[in-house]
């Protein structure tokens, strides 16, 4: 059997990889930029981490969610404290696309309507209404277009109010920091007087935070950047460090009832334990701090390049614009400087997603391999 070829794949094969640095089957190092699509949050092989996920492996790996485990209550009062939304609760699943999937179908139930906003060069993943309320045609099968969705562009609050006034919406969903689409974010204003439109007509906020979430913008959560509450967060990507895991934080007035919601490997043990092990290191290492302070370096640094035209995103989640597209450059930095960087649907942007306990030094080792590129 071959694979199904939906891939294009650099010539690089890591076989081990520790912090920062992913090494390959030749025994050259990278430096990991891109922490394989912002999942890597606490580092390659973190000791805690690792330990933690051994520790429960040697125990018990799986058991269905037929019976109780300690190991979801643990995570959910730790997730509660660490992000200062203890007035949730906590569901969990196994991916980003999952996790707006249950948000999506959440507001669907509670509201009793069906269709959905979502925001010019959004990204939800790639199931079902996750990825009609995807701003991406192309990814979009007919069986997925059967959805009712609107897509608008932020920042336009009559567009907006035209729209959700109609009284049909259950969700509106959007990202505090665009991923794939490229940086762009809603400004405080329009992300205030959604919030507040939405509540006005019986809709509920949902706040993907599956790229931006779990530290990586500076904050917990990048929609605390902007002051406001929203009703259903999801979450997935950095919150298991490469451990596939994802949640929903349901707002506690959202109530739930049995069968509404379910999974067969979301929350497993070991799931469990690579989430709290993240959440534990974060706190202890302070890398939420860190993603803030290194952020704002890092813009410093970019500003010295002439050729770099625009410095979008918070925290580590970060891209730099060029008047070009960046295909070749990022080719140049895996094979000529072995750095790995992101792309996004903006042509033009590389986009730069490490471990939030990245240093000072490694931005520096960043940007002079960047300069010689150039
Ligand atoms: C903001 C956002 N939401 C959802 C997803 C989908 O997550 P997954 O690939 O884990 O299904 C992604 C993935 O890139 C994302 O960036």
């Known amino acids: 059997m071959k694979l199904f070829d939906v891939y294009p794949l650099y010539n690089v094969t890591p076989v081990s990889a520790k912090g920062m640095v992913v090494i390959d089957d030749k025994g050259q190092k990278y430096l990991d930029f891109y922490g394989g699509h912002a999942v890597i949050s606490i580092g390659h092989g973190h000791p805690h981490y690792a330990e933690k996920l051994k520790n429960q492996l040697d125990k018990i790996g799986f058991y269905s969610n037929a019976v109780q485990n300690p190991l979801q209550v643990e995570l959910a009062t730790k997730l509660g404290k660490s992000s200062n939304c203890e007035d949730y609760n906590l569901f969990l699943c196994n991916s980003g696309a999952e996790a707006n999937e249950n948000a999506l179908k959440l507001a669907s139930f509670k509201t009793g309507k069906s269709r959905v906003i979502a925001f010019k060069n959004g990204f939800h993943g790639r199931t079902s209404a996750a990825v009609a309320a995807t701003d991406n045609e192309k990814i979009n099968a007919p069986i997925n277009k059967q959805q009712k969705v609107t897509i608008l562009p932020f920042?336009?609050?009559?567009?907006?109010?035209?729209?959700?006034?109609?009284?049909?919406?259950?969700?509106?969903?959007?990202?505090?920091?665009q991923g794939v689409g490229g940086l762009d974010e809603p400004s405080a204003e329009f992300f205030q007087a959604i919030t507040k439109l939405t509540k006005?007509?019986?809709a509920l906020l949902i706040a993907d935070e599956v790229q931006c979430g779990f530290g990586r913008s500076g904050k917990f959560f990048g929609f605390q950047h902007h002051d406001i509450k929203p009703d259903i967060i999801s979450i997935a990507k950095g919150m298991g460090n490469g451990f596939p895991v994802g949640g929903v934080l349901i707002h506690e007035s959202i109530e739930a009832s049995y069968g509404m919601l379910g999974t067969t490997f979301g929350g497993n043990h070991l799931a469990c334990a690579a989430t709290t092990a993240v959440l534990e290191v974060l706190e202890n290492e302070n890398l939420i701090e860190n993603a803030?302070?290194?952020?704002?370096?890092f813009k410093e640094?970019?500003?010295?390049?002439?050729?770099?035209?625009?410095?979008?995103g918070k925290g580590l989640m970060l891209g730099i614009e060029f008047d070009f597209e960046v295909g070749e450059l990022r080719k140049k930095m895996i094979y000529n400087q072995h750095i790995f960087t992101g792309g996004a649907m903006n042509k033009?942007?590389?986009?730069f997603l490490p471990a939030l306990n990245c240093t000072k030094e490694h931005i520096d080792l960043f940007f002079n391999a960047l300069k010689e590129e150039l």
């Open 155 to 177: 920042n336009d609050i009559a567009a907006f109010t035209a729209e959700i006034s109609k009284g049909d919406v259950c969700g509106v969903i959007l990202e505090a920091i």
């Open 200 to 202: 006005e007509n019986g």
């Open 301 to 312: 640094k970019a500003k010295e390049i002439p050729q770099i035209k625009n410095i979008k």
């Open 348 to 351: 033009k942007l590389l986009r």
């Open 292 to 297: 803030a302070e290194i952020g704002a370096y």
